[in-house]
C-alpha cells in the first residue's frame, strides 16, 4: 500500500500531482464553467455574502491562508482565516451573510467542529472542504466541496493540504462567476493553468536529489527559519510545521515583510534561512523586495536556501543554495513550492532515524477540544 516507498509520507508527497488532478476533475466543462455538485447553497444566497470565514486548524489552516489571497482578489469579498479554537471565543462577528468555509482533511476536527456549529447557530451558511466522505464536519455543513487526495495516512499533513488550495480555488472561482467578478473567458485561463499544475508538481518530484542531499547535510541543524511573502508566507509557514513536525527542529517561518520588525535579530553565522520567492513576472515590486531580504540576511551570517521560479537567475549570487520550480502564475505557486519544502522536512527526518509517518506527540486527527 506504500506502493514501493519506504513510508506513507513519501508516497503521500509522490500522490500530490493525482491529488490535484482528482481534485480539479469533473468540475468544469469545456468553457470553464464551474458546476460544483455538492454545493447546496442558493445562489441567490451566495450572492449576498459579504464575509468569508476561514476555519481550520494546523495544516489546514496554511491552505485557507493561502485560499484567502486568491478569493479576495477574484471575488472582492472580505476574507479572514482563523484558527477553528481561537474563532469561537472571542465573540466574532457572524451572521446569515457570512459564509463559514471550513478545511479539514479529515472531517472529525472537534475544535473545527464546534467552530462551525457555533456559526450556524449564528445564522452563517457553512460550506466544508474535506478529503473524507461522509465524515462529521460535511455531514453538519450546508454544502461540501470534497478534496479527492484519496486516504492520507501519514499524520502530518502534504497532499491533503494541496488539495485544499485547489479545493478552496474552485470555491473562490465558483462564487466570482455566480457574483459576476471575473468573466468566463478569465475563469477559464486560470482553470487551463492549474490543469498544468499537476505535471510541474511531477517535475519537482522528479528533481527531488538536490534537496535531499541538502536535508542529509543539514541533520544536525538546531533551528531553521523560513520567509516568504504574499502567498509565500504561508508556504513558508507549511514549510516550517513540517519541520517541527517530522523532524523535531525548532523552526519559524516569517512574512518577509516583518523580517526587519524583528526576526532580523535571530540571524547570526550559519543560520539556515530558507526563502520562498515570488516569481519576477509577478505584479508590483514583491520579487525585488524579496531579494533584497535574502541579501539583508546573507549580509548577517545566514546560510540562505532559496525556492525560485526556473530562470530566475537574480537569486543566484545571493544563495548558497537553489531550488528552481517551474514557471506557473503567482496564486499558483504555492502548489509548487511547498513541494520541496516537504521533501526537505521528510528527508531530514528520515535522516536523524525518525518515523516520519508517526511523529512523536502528534495524531492524525485530534477528535477533543
Ligand atoms: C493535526 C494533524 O492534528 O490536525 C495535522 O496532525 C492536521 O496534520 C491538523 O493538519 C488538522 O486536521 P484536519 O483533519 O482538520 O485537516
Known sequence: EKDGYPSFME??????????????LGRSDIDGK???????????????????????CGTSAYAGQVAKYAIEHWCRIPTEVELSHE?????PIVDEKTLIVSLSQSGETMDT???????????????????????????ESDAVLYTHAGPEIAVASTKAFLAQITAAYLLGLYLAQLRGNLFQGQIKD???????????????????????????????????????????????MEGALKLKELAYIHAEGFAA??????????IEEGQPVFVVVPSPRGRDSLHAKVVSNIQEVRARGAKTIVIAEEGDESVRAHAEHVFYI???????????????????ACELATAKGY???????????????
Request: aromatic content about 4%; hydrophobic content about 45%; charged content about 25%.
Open 87 to 91: 474563532f469561537r471565543y472571542r465573540d
Open 257 to 266: 515583510g516583518e523580517l526587519k520588525h524583528g526576526p532580523i535579530a535571530l
Open 11 to 24: 508516497k503521500e508527497i509522490h500522490d500530490q500531482p493525482e491529488a490535484v488532478a482528482a481534485t480539479l
Open 34 to 56: 464551474l458546476t460544483l455538485d455538492e454545493m447546496r447553497i442558493d445562489a441567490d444566497v451566495l450572492k449576498t455574502v459579504n464575509k468569508i470565514i476561514v476555519l481550520a
Open 355 to 369: 518515523d516520519v509517518d508517526q511523529p512523536r506527540n502528534l495524531a492524525k486527527s485530534v477528535t477533543v477540544e
Open 326 to 344: 517551474p514557471e506557473t502564475t503567482t496564486l499558483l505557486a504555492p502548489l509548487l513550492a511547498t513541494v520541496p519544502l516537504q521533501i526537505f
Open 113 to 139: 467542529l464546534m467552530a462551525v456549529r457555533y456559526a450556524r447557530e449564528q445564522g452563517a451558511k457553512t460550506v466544508a472542504i474535506c478529503n473524507t466522505n461522509g465524515s462529521t464536519i460535511p455531514r
Open 190 to 236: 486560470i482553470l487551463a493553468d492549474l490543469a498544468k499544475v499537476p505535471a510541474k508538481i511531477a517535475q519537482v518530484l522528479d528533481n527531488d536529489q538536490q534537496i535531499k542531499d541538502l536535508a542529509r547535510s543539514m541533520s544536525d541543524a538546531r533551528s531553521v527559519l523560513f520567509l516568504g511573502r504574499h502567498v509565500g508566507f504561508p508556504v513558508a
